[in-house]
């Protein structure tokens, strides 16, 4: 591909617009969560998430070791608590990276301030490249409030291209 070419992939890659959530994962009694990105439903029946996981990562391999997730939905205003993820997962009492989280059904880590949550299973799973898309089938959700979701561009950064 020619420089002009793969500038022009990288540009429009970068212009997709992304949310930012937190994922969560509990195996035994390590528990690991993450910001990511790259999520987008791709079922209604059964009601199905894509989620990107760094492949080299320790939220990927809770993941993997447990088989189930949370996804919270992180709303305008949540970049610090984006950026808390950013970090290696530690947990405290009911703190986690700081923040307060609950738990549900899947034992998976839920950040309490969060706008809505969805949890389930995974039930699938692409690995190319340094990211896994793993699939997962939601089995439980609450909607605390309706807002606008947190995005990178309101972040003020870039992933992807």
Same mark, same amino acid.
């Given at each position: 591909? =020619? ?5 022009? $992939?990288?540009? !429009?890659?970068?212009? #997709?617009?992304? *949310? ?5 994962? &509990?195996? +035994?009694?390590?528990? !690991? /969560? ?17 989620? +990107? ?10 993941? $993997?070791?447990?088989?189930?997730? !949370? ?7 949540? $970049? =610090?608590? /984006? ?14 990276? *700081? ?11 839920? #950040?309490? !301030? ?15 490249? =340094? ?21 990178? =561009?309101?972040?003020?950064? &870039?992933?992807?291209?």
């Amino acid at each position: 591909m =020619d420089e002009q070419t793969e500038a022009a $992939k990288k540009s !429009a890659l970068l212009m #997709i617009p992304y *949310g930012l959530y937190v994922l969560g994962a &509990k195996h +035994g009694t390590e528990y !690991a /969560a993450g910001t990511i990105n790259w999520v987008t439903q791709t079922s209604f029946k059964p009601p199905l998430v894509a989620m +990107g996981v760094k492949q080299e990562s320790g939220l990927y391999s809770v993941l $993997k070791a447990s088989g189930t997730f !949370a996804l919270s939905f992180l709303e305008t205003g949540q $970049k =610090d608590m /984006a950026f808390a993820f950013f970090k290696p997962t530690r947990v405290e009492g009911q703190m986690v990276n *700081g923040h307060h989280f609950e738990t549900h059904e899947t034992g998976a880590p839920v #950040i309490a !301030a969060a706008a809505a949550w969805v949890e389930g299973h995974i039930v699938g799973e692409v690995a190319m490249g =340094d990211h896994v898309c793993m699939v997962g089938e939601i089995t439980n959700a609450a909607l605390k409030r309706e807002t606008k979701l947190l995005t990178l =561009d309101e972040c003020g950064v &870039k992933y992807g291209g």
